[in-house]
């Protein structure tokens, strides 16, 4: 069964706002599981030992199958569950996000946390990075070395990443591409180098690709 392509957050990251004398950390993970979403939760906990709250959200499978949030002390429904809305409209899974506070000695009241949990949330998905993870393919193609600047410019007007480059008899290239733009990849580098270079197809798999 082919994969749905799905959302989720790029990288580790995180950053930090003041409300009120209270300090916000948000931080953001891509978690394929709930064991990486609490092994990340963990060491959230771990560098904040000091902290008056972890609260925190995950959704993990591509159909969002499994959420969980917690408050972690603050008043009920004010911290786990505003982090998750903030995933669910931003349409993330496989992802959990941590939103560290720091008590400034004010109170925000119910309507101002949860702005301050949303605000989080929101900021440490922006700092982790959304990407779609979709169908992908990755190819080699041997390039002659009177080719390459003409094969280089061609391949900064296509939708690949260039992976690897080899050096040898010929310059060995690792590309990958999106199994959607598969076709008209192709059809650039045939007619781009009058059908001197054909990529080779190595192996399909599922990567983030930034938004």
């Not at 008043?75 to 931003?90: Q, S, Y």
């Not at 349409?91 to 996000?97: D, G, K, M, R």
């Not at 989080?120 to 193609?141: C, H, K, Q, W």
Request: charged share 20%.
């Amino acid at each position: 069964m082919t994969l749905k392509p799905y959302k989720t957050l790029l990288t580790r990251a995180s950053d930090e706002f003041i409300i009120n004398k209270s300090r916000f950390i948000g931080y953001g993970a891509p978690a394929a599981s709930e064991e990486e979403a609490l092994g990340f939760l963990a060491d959230v906990r771990s560098a904040h030992k000091d902290a008056s709250h972890h609260c925190y959200a995950y959704i993990i499978g591509a159909n969002m199958g499994v959420m969980r949030y917690s408050d972690d002390g603050e008043p009920g429904g004010t911290a786990g569950m505003p982090i998750i809305e903030v995933m669910k409209a931003r349409q993330i899974t496989n992802a959990c996000v941590v939103v560290v506070r720091y008590f400034g000695g004010v109170l925000l009241g119910a309507g101002g946390l949860t702005r301050a949990y949303s605000q989080g949330a929101a900021t440490a998905i922006n700092a982790a990075g959304v990407g779609e993870v979709s169908p992908t393919r990755r190819y080699l193609m041997e390039v002659p070395y009177p080719m390459l600047g003409r094969v280089e410019y061609l391949l900064k007007s296509l939708p690949v990443i260039v992976e690897d480059k080899q050096f040898s008899d010929a310059i060995v290239m690792t590309l990958i591409v999106r199994a959607r733009d598969d076709e008209a990849f192709l059809s650039a580098v045939t007619s781009g180098t009058d059908g001197r270079i054909e990529p080779i197809f190595m192996e399909e798999m599922y990567k983030a690709w930034t938004e």
